[in-house]
């Protein structure tokens, strides 16, 4: 089972359309981080949430953590060709100090 | 460039051979962390280590494989006798602090592992 469940699996958009990808858990996390991967590389960090509730916007970008601390949007604003890659949400779990991933969406934004 | 470093970046081996994976942590960092991301897969946990010490192997195959990060240089990802299942990209990440609720996992490039 996953614990970490992302949707879309896949989304391919125009450029300058909106969209928001989701990561759903049953579990509690104490913090989430979401990240973007290109092929060939390793994931970079985007954003760490911590606080149930809390939204952080980085330009076009805006990522929301549940109040129940469970789940987690991320929502991009006319989107742009070099939003494409995988986007993957991982939670941390209290003294734990390996992190869950979700599978990841994989974004697709067509000129 | 003060990020996380993997060497190889790309690893060739028949099987039956050993694979080594290195690396280095951020500056400032003692905590490292190697993950598994099989094609199709997200990335999976195997191990945590500080400096010298194994914190959490839990997600560690229990034969061929071990790491290591000793008190000088890179922390170590040993394959021995590889075999075509763990043809995969191995990610190492390091951290500040290791646990906490703000603490930030950074991750190097990879290692892509191929096994003939």
């Known amino acids: 089972t996953q614990l970490l469940e992302q949707s879309p699996q896949f989304l391919s958009i125009q450029e300058g359309e909106n969209l928001t990808v989701y990561c759903n858990s049953s579990s509690v996390f104490s913090s989430l981080q979401w990240y973007r991967q290109e092929p060939g590389e390793g994931p970079v960090l985007l954003v760490t949430v911590v606080t149930g509730g809390e939204v952080k916007k980085l330009k076009r970008l805006t990522f929301q953590f549940g109040d129940a601390r469970k789940d987690s949007s991320l929502h991009i604003t006319a989107a742009q060709t070099g939003d494409t890659g995988l986007y993957l949400c991982a939670g941390a779990r209290g003294s734990q100090g390996n992190l869950i991933f979700g599978k990841g969406t994989k974004l697709s934004v067509k000129p | 460039n003060a990020g996380v470093m993997q060497n190889p970046r790309h690893l060739v081996r028949r099987r039956g051979q050993e694979a080594r994976l290195r690396c280095s942590p951020m500056?400032?960092?003692?905590?490292v962390y190697w993950y598994r991301q099989l094609p199709e897969e997200g990335l999976k946990f195997m191990v945590y280590l500080q400096k010298e010490n194994i914190i959490d192997e839990s997600g560690m195959p229990k034969e061929r494989f071990s790491a290591e990060f000793p008190k000088e240089g890179p922390s170590i990802l040993r394959i021995q006798q590889v075999v075509r299942g763990d043809s995969a990209a191995y990610f190492c990440?390091?951290?500040?602090f290791g646990t906490g609720l703000s603490d930030t996992q950074y991750f190097g490039p990879g290692t892509r592992l191929t096994v003939l």
């Open positions: 990440a390091s951290s500040a």
């Open positions: 500056k400032g960092h003692s905590h």
